[in-house]
């Protein structure tokens, strides 16, 4: 079976057990602050689990996007070394939320893996929980008999907490887990050990397969766990492992989930693939990594340099540097691939193919900006092996290498391939604990304490009231204290809500609640999963008291305004500039909004000024909104509702129309486009390959901003005496001005040239030096430097000192010639830091010239005189 057959066969059998296939989500996580990717199928099952939200239908499948580069669930390094780590995997999965539990789970694992799919028995071993002491847990006898029905107790293994115990987290829902394993080495080997000793042993050939995860219990703060009202299952079988099975491979890489893709690798450099471990290697990482970079562009997340955008950032460059340094790639190439990875996977994916041109574009660019680093970095190497020879050193310290890997993303082992090359080493141990210091100063930035939910009332979910109050009623369900940075505040649940929580770019709602006459201001609102949550400093008195909640309604308003506006830029754009236009990410606050949209040219001032006057136009025309909630998914896309990439939606979701615009949104907005006001662009620059950003302000900030920009016409206006040609009067001033700058800079050259020559004739011989040390009547720093480097080139056996005061401050300059510097071992720098003491400043440079500042003139002689007592 190809893996398309494979991919299939396992949705179609859960269709037969009356499971509801759903779609993957996207592989970038946008509203759960512990996560940045999607790690593990069931991350967008979270509520559920935690019961935030009842579930829609209790049986579901899918095969769900996963990346795992980052947290306990690391196997960058692993990838392309061995056969099966990968960063971007596809993870099939089955689930139950409150039906079937353990037999289900089980028996349709065993059909499907043994009866469906052919996968021999005795090649199959089951692992059980053994318990747990700590845990006051016992061995999971139910999971043992139900696979004693299927395999021999031989096959039937106990399995420690570590392997077969599942956790959400450090607390949250967790349960006992049974893995499936198969052994897929030749018979001979099997004969000589038994698989049963090689589980869970990193063997690449004896692997886990399926884990079946039984959601039964809650782990507490404080370690405690506690019995879960439902009892759910969470199974994940790794989809490339499965077809490597059924493929009769040995390494995921054999199958044709990747050999097209290595194809390819293999056809652009001229290189055989199996023919030599390194290239091996390299073209497997590049396969696995192109997976990870186009899907989560295509999901909207760009390379960058924080966050998610630095992960990404960071696996092309990974997949770039393999393929230069062992594949002899010196221009880009990872983008050619693309066009292969959706043929493979855009059936299954489909945003692959919709999103396939700026995928290219964004890696191509990605490409070319990191292989120009990396010659730079190259050249840095060289400078820091030169030196280290210089100074008969064989090891290059751990903290050059870890400047190259922090500045320049050069990886550790193309540092110590180089310095191989060199005969020489690199401190590992010295990388590795700046590489740990760094870690710490993350970890202890990030650190939070979040204690366990203290529940008032019991509810499935919040009910959201924004859309049609700004104050309400409201009882909190429940509440938390959160401590980061050693600084405490709460977090409040309510039953009900006025207040909108941070999502789809629009920032939180501030506000406060009010209980007999005491508020307590809210001073954000986040959404965590499908949760709202407010944030306050201090929890109420008394929290089990009925509050009003209120809303402030001028920064309501202000981000309204900026939300639609977003809308109609959208609208807009694709108007003026053409369908290909799709928002690729937004912020929307109080102050601006800022939007960023798919287009592959700079856009012309000429069709700014279009798109702001239709926004206007249409703000004038005081369109009405026509707001439709709880809009099947199928009946919006049939309404021609935008839909964006990397974003999930349900099956039911909200429509906003304003004439033309229409879209689906979460956010808050005006009841009329007139309230806006105006709206003026500011800005237009470029985020990314293919990627544009506007930001723009509207109603009375923009109205602001013009009469600030007339203001300051009027003030030129005046300035220059009312001339009614301003821009010709402007434009003379400019070309006047340039004309008397020419003039100074010849006057200048030719006092330049009498200074230098005073101080010729200053020269004092001593020892074979030539010993300058004046102050100069030049009130100009970069004419001080180019009197140095004049006298440098014209006097041999140069030791030069001069001051200048310079706009009432003293500057000291010290230029020495370069055999002066190696024979008397003098440094200009050193020099210089000492002798600006005497004038209470600073200074450094090189050691064949320095300069410094200083904050006291009547000091510049003695800071002469210093300077030339090295000399002495």
Known sequence: MNSKAIRKAFLDFFISKQHTIVDSAPMVVKDDPTLMFTNAGMNQFKDIFLGNQPAKSVRVADTQKCLRVSGKHNDLEEVGHDTYHHTMFEMLGNWSFGDYFKTDAIDWAWEFLHDKMGIAADRMYATVFEGSEDDKLELDEEAKNLWLKHLPAERVLHGNKKDNFWEMGESGPCGPCSEIHVDLRDDDERAKISGAELVNKDHPLVIEIWNLVFIQFNRKADGRLEELPAKHVDTGMGFERLCMVLQGKKSNYDTDVFQTIIGEISTLCGIKYGENDKSNIAMRVIADHLRAISFAIADGQLPSNNKAGYVIRRILRRAVRYGYTFLNFREAFIYKLVDQLKENMGDAFPELKAQQVLIEKVIKEEEESFLRTLSTGIKLLDDIIEKAKAENKTVIEGKDAFSLYDTFG????????????????????????????????????????????????????????????LEAGVHIARYRKVTQKKKAYYQLVFDQTPFYGESGGQVGDQGYIEAKGLKTAVFDTQKENNLIVHLVEKLPEDPERAFKAVVNVGRRQQIANNHTATHLLHAALREVLGTHVEQKGSLVN??????????????????????ELLVNEKIRQNATLTEKRSVPIDEAKGMGAMMLFGEKYGDQVRVIKFGDSVELCGGTHVEATGQIGMLKIVSESAVAAGIRRIEAITAARAEKYINDQLGLLQQIKEAIKGSSDVLGSVSGLIQQNNELSKQIEIFQREGLKIVKSNLKSKVLMEHGVNIIADKVELDNAALVKDLAFQLKGEVENLFLVVGAEIEGKPLLTVMIADNIVADKGLHAGKIIREAAKEMKGGGGGQPFYATAGGKDVAGLEAAIEKACSFLK
Not at 438 to 446: I, L, M, T, V, Y
Not at 590 to 611: G, P
């Open 410 to 469: 050069f990886p550790l082992d193309l540092t110590e391939l180089i310095a191989r090359e060199n005969n020489m080493t690199v401190d590992g141990a010295g990388f590795n604990d700046e590489m740990d210091a760094q870690k710490n100063r993350s970890r202890s930035a990030a650190q939070q304490e979040t204690d366990d939910w203290v529940e008032l009332m019991r509810i499935e979910s919040t009910e959201f009231l924004g859309y049609d109050k």
């Open 590 to 611: 109080a102050d601006h909004l800022r939007f960023d949209f798919s287009h592959f040219q700079k856009v012309s001032d000429e069709e700014l000024a279009k798109v």
